[in-house]
């Protein structure tokens, strides 16, 4: 039977109809913009009024600076799509200009990701768009995608594989599942377009060929595409992101910030010992981490109860003697797990076998933490995979769900071994001593101080191994240095000084001016990560102390 909001619901899709059909005659959005719309505020969620308010006052700061800096020569492309990523990416545009680069600056008008938009709108956004960014014309090229034509430009095959891997990527990420039904609306939204912005930055970069290609993410959505685009076509390309802390940035050129890969940051700065003031630094953090508490500039509070001591976590688990192994899981498909398969099929298929493994060693107590991130999602839940192999939990194996007010760490205080895909708690294990079996591609495998297993065989030796001999695991002081070290380089040198956080873009702004950044005792470091994003190679010897305070 209907329901109530049956009727409202056929009248919006008969609407949105009627605007795909007038989208696609021309000028039918343009005449409507010239009529009806062109002085007013567009009445949806693709805004850039704050943007809109401070652009003209932004250019004439820009133009100012550029007076006194030498024209670089050095042509970049930085894209956008979303209007909030949209704005930040024109900050970061004009004050690339401001520098003296060659700036083109391009868009796509969407408002989320996840919902498709009637062509008539869609038009209508672009309209908008071009209105708002025209204003800064003098200084920065601007690049509607929506207005090129790449026609039905066939895209070769390595590519079309590319683009098909971000569109599942896509799914992953907007439903929050590992497996992907091509045959599902979102999979055929994100495909759509996907390969309409393939089209559309094929046929642009490939004509204009610019020194350098910007763009945030680099993993999913329009990000990945451009990404990939680039670097089919031997662009150097830089992707960016945003984490917890205020006024830093994650950068990484040729290759998917995402990926967190602190390789090169690692080497260059592996071998040079923390100085006391920095090893205080990270104690300090692990402490706020462990206590529940905000740590300066982090803006993320990592557990919803101090500890209360291993002991105690031991009792109220019901824990024995016996030994101890956590599993601490990933959220289901977080931009931080795609791709990151290294022998498992999934983290799914992981925790599956581990589980049915584990079921057969009564004399080993198997505690799961699910990430507390999950009481966000919508998408399927690490509990589902549980309860689907193990539908009766026996005795030794126990279940920590998201909601439960339990801390990490005191977990982390009573283990013996630590199971883990690509969660930062394998690394505060190791720091804690706790030899750590790391089966996803996470940032810090390999670095001296996890086991890492590259076949099924191997990890299930591995575990045969340490509970034969648990104590010959323990990890090393010297292993333990090592992780302390990383997590200081990971936490406080990997991320760079940058002036506004994509989260707090206005409020940062409006303590951190183009003309006042250039102009302030912080210019000399935030020069830098300029230059870091125009393509020219990090000095990550330069970045040992990035004042964090």
Excluded at 39 to 48: A, D, P
Excluded at 211 to 232: C, K
Excluded at 249 to 260: D, Y
Excluded at 381 to 399: Q, T
Aim: glycine content about 4%; overall charge positive; charged content about 25%.
């Amino acid at each position: 039977m209907p329901t109530k909001n049956h009727k409202p619901s056929v009248k919006r899709d008969a609407k949105n109809l009627v605007k795909n059909i007038i989208g696609q005659v021309p000028f039918t959005a343009e005449l409507y913009w010239l009529i009806r719309q062109r002085s007013k505020l567009l009445n949806s969620r693709f805004s850039l009024s704050k943007l809109d308010d401070n652009l003209t006052d932004l250019v004439s700061q820009v133009e100012a600076l550029r007076c006194h800096k030498p024209q670089l020569g050095k042509k970049i492309f930085i894209f956008a799509t979303l209007h909030y990523w949209i704005e930040h990416a024109t900050l970061t545009a004009l004050s690339l200009s401001a520098m003296g680069y060659d700036v083109t600056l391009g868009f796509l008008p969407y408002h989320d990701w996840q919902n498709d938009i009637n062509k008539f709108d869609l038009r209508r956004q672009n309209l908008y768009a071009e209105k708002v960014l025209g204003k800064a014309a003098k200084v920065v090229k601007i690049l509607p995608f929506l207005n090129l034509h790449s026609g039905y430009k066939t895209l070769p095959p390595v590519l079309q594989a590319k683009v098909e891997q971000v569109t599942r990527f896509d799914s992953m990420y907007t439903l929050q599942v590992e497996k992907v039904d091509e045959k599902t609306p979102i999979y055929k939204m994100r495909c759509k377009r996907n390969l309409q912005a393939a089209r559309a930055a094929y046929a642009w970069l490939d004509e204009n060929k610019p020194d350098v290609v910007i763009v945030p993410n680099g993993t999913i959505q329009e990000f990945g595409v451009v990404y990939e685009v680039a670097r089919f076509l031997n662009i150097s390309t830089v992707t960016y992101e945003f984490g917890d802390q205020r006024q830093r940035i994650w950068i990484s050129q040729n290759s998917k910030v995402m990926r967190q890969d602190t390789t090169e940051m690692w080497e260059t700065l592996k071998d040079k010992p923390l100085s006391q003031p920095e090893l205080d630094k990270i104690r300090e953090l692990f402490e706020a981490r462990r206590k529940a508490s905000v740590w300066k500039n982090f803006s993320r509070l990592w557990q919803q109860v101090p500890a209360k001591g291993a002991d105690i976590a031991r009792q109220e688990l019901g824990l024995d003697e016996r030994l101890v192994v956590l599993l601490a899981t990933n959220v289901l498909g977080d931009s931080l797990t795609l791709g990151r398969e290294i022998f498992t099929q999934s983290m799914e298929k992981w925790l599956e076998r581990t589980l049915q493994y584990f079921a057969g060693r009564p004399e080993v107590q198997l505690v799961i933490r699910i990430h507390p991130g999950e009481k966000l999602i919508h998408g399927q839940s690490m509990l589902d995979v549980i309860n689907r192999v193990l539908p009766k939990l026996p005795e030794h194996i126990h279940v920590i769900k998201p909601e439960e007010n339990v801390n990490t760490y005191d977990l982390i205080a009573a283990a013996d071994l630590g199971l883990v895909y690509t969660t930062t708690v394998g690394l505060e294990m190791a720091m804690s001593g706790i030899p750590v079996i790391a089966v996803g591609d996470t940032h810090y495998r390999g670095k001296g101080f996890t086991l890492d297993p590259d076949s099924w065989v191997k990890y299930f030796k591995t575990l045969k191994s340490v509970f034969e001999n648990p104590i010959s695991y323990r990890l090393t002081d010297e292993q333990i240095d090592l992780a302390w070290a990383y997590a200081y380089r990971f936490f406080f040198n990997f991320p760079l000084p940058y002036p506004w956080h994509l989260v707090r873009l206005w409020e940062d702004y409006q303590n951190n001016h183009i003309s006042s950044i250039f102009h302030s005792k912080e210019w000399p470091r935030y020069e830098k990560v300029f230059h870091y994003l125009a393509g020219e190679p990090i000095d990550w010897s330069a970045n040992g102390n990035n004042g964090h305070g």
